[in-house]
């Protein structure tokens, strides 16, 4: 049986590069949220996130393991099998963007969280992202080293003695205030954990070309592929900072990437509250 593509809604957005983002496709014309069939849960906690924040969205099933051994032995794929189930998943997101003529769309994994107020940050950041672009790097688990603020905080965190009770204050409240800090876009330099991004019609046809040939002649996951089109200067490409979107799943207790106001949090989907964690994967052991 092949993955399933269907839709939450009957609604239709007008074909724009993007559009107002307090709307429910978040300012693009597509929301594309991904789901593996063997994490149930994970898809469950998106829809009940979509509906409490008036999401629209097309979900679409991850490509099978089993599909991917046999797309690995027919055109000679020599990424391991896992990789191949992702990467042949957003070949056919791009095979629809490019078929259907969509101008722009948000790719999201399910096994997410999401910040309450996400529609005033994309709100804001694509207010201020330049046009045109090629790619906007909305979810990321770990650190980029030209994200505005980033350096600063990581000599902070480095000078601060966390045995210090006071030092402890300290790094809680500089934490919190880089969390709420206002949303920024910037050239993303070498973006990695890729839970959400967007992508335009000309990009998206790009890789639709490219992906697949890719695939025979290297063994980079889809993680790395976007990160090399976002550094090698071939395409525009931002990321937001902070990530009003972060990985989550029910099956680790934290994944140590902080939210200021957790969707999931609030609806009791999740136990351990995201305000609490370090920003970013890589930071978590500067926390302490």
């Known amino acids: 049986m092949p993955p399933q593509i269907y839709r939450s809604q009957p609604n239709e957005s007008q074909p724009r590069i993007y559009s107002d983002a307090m709307n429910s496709t978040l300012g693009f014309q597509r929301v594309y949220v991904v789901y593996s069939a063997s994490d149930p849960s994970s898809l469950e906690n998106f829809k009940s996130i979509a509906v409490l924040l008036d999401i629209d969205a097309r979900y679409i099933e ?118 709420s800090r206002k949303t920024r876009v910037y050239l993303s330099s070498f973006p990695s954990g890729i839970s959400a991004y967007a992508i335009g019609r ?34 525009i490409a931002y990321s937001m900072s902070p990530s009003p979107i972060a990985a989550y799943t029910t099956r680790h207790v934290s994944d140590n990437q902080l939210l200021t106001h ?9 136990q351990d509250d995201p305000a609490m964690l370090s920003p970013y994967k890589d930071w978590a052991s500067m926390w302490t």
């Open 202 to 235: 000309q990009m998206a046809r790009r890789l639709h070309h490219r992906l697949r040939v890719r695939m025979t002649v290297d063994k980079h996951d889809l993680d790395f592929i976007l990160a090399d089109v976002a550094m090698v200067g071939l395409s």
């Open 62 to 179: 991850q490509t099978s393991i089993e599909r991917a051994n046999t797309l690995q032995r027919q055109h000679a794929y020599l990424a391991n099998p896992v990789e191949i189930a992702e990467l042949d998943t957003h070949a056919r997101i791009y095979a629809h963007m490019a078929r259907h003529d969509i101008q722009s769309a948000l790719i999201i994994q399910s096994s997410v969280d999401m910040e309450l107020d996400i529609k005033l940050r994309m709100a804001s950041a694509l207010g201020d992202i330049p046009d045109p672009y090629d790619m906007l790097f909305v979810g990321r688990h770990y650190a980029e080293p030209t994200e505005p603020h980033v350096q600063e905080m990581m000599t902070f965190l480095r000078q601060t003695n966390s045995s210090d009770p006071s030092a402890q204050m300290q790094r809680v409240w500089a934490k919190r205030e880089f969390a």
């Open 262 to 270: 957790s969707a999931l949090h609030v609806m009791s989907l999740r």
